[in-house]
C-alpha cells in the first residue's frame, strides 16, 4: 500500500504534458527537493486535470485525474501556504466545492505551497 504522509498543492496552472521527469522538475523548482512520502499535486490550467507525483522512497508513482465534465475548485490565488483538512482534500479530488467548508485544525491538515 502506498503511505502518503503529506499532500503539498501547486497552487496555480502548472503545465501538465510532461511525465514524471518533468513533473520531478516542477517539484525541486516549487518545493525544493521531494520528501519521503510525500504527494505533490498539480492542476492544469483549465483546471480539468489534476497530476499527483508521489515519491515512496525508492521510486515515483504518478497519478492522473481527468474530469469529463466541470472543473476542478483549485486554488488561483498566489498565497504562500494554506491548510486544507483531509475532508476538503477529499471533496477537491472528487471536484467539489471544497472551499465552502471551513477548514479544522487538526492532525490531518495537508500544507498548500
Request: hydrophobic share 50%; aromatic share 10%.
Amino acid at each position: 500500500m502506498l503511505r502518503i504522509e503529506a499532500i503539498w498543492l501547486a497552487v496555480g496552472a502548472s503545465d501538465l504534458r510532461g511525465g514524471m521527469d518533468s513533473l520531478l522538475g516542477q517539484v525541486v523548482a516549487r518545493f525544493g527537493s521531494a520528501q519521503r512520502h510525500h504527494a505533490y499535486v498539480f492542476a492544469n490550467r483549465r483546471a480539468t486535470r489534476l497530476k499527483v507525483l508521489v515519491f515512496d522512497g525508492s521510486g515515483i508513482w504518478l497519478c492522473t485525474r481527468r474530469l469529463q465534465e466541470g472543473r476542478f475548485a483549485w486554488p488561483q490565488e498566489d498565497r504562500e501556504a494554506l491548510h486544507l483538512s483531509a475532508e476538503q482534500w477529499s471533496w477537491l479530488a472528487a471536484g467539489l466545492p471544497w472551499q465552502r467548508m471551513t477548514a479544522h485544525a487538526t492532525a490531518s491538515a495537508i500544507a498548500v505551497v
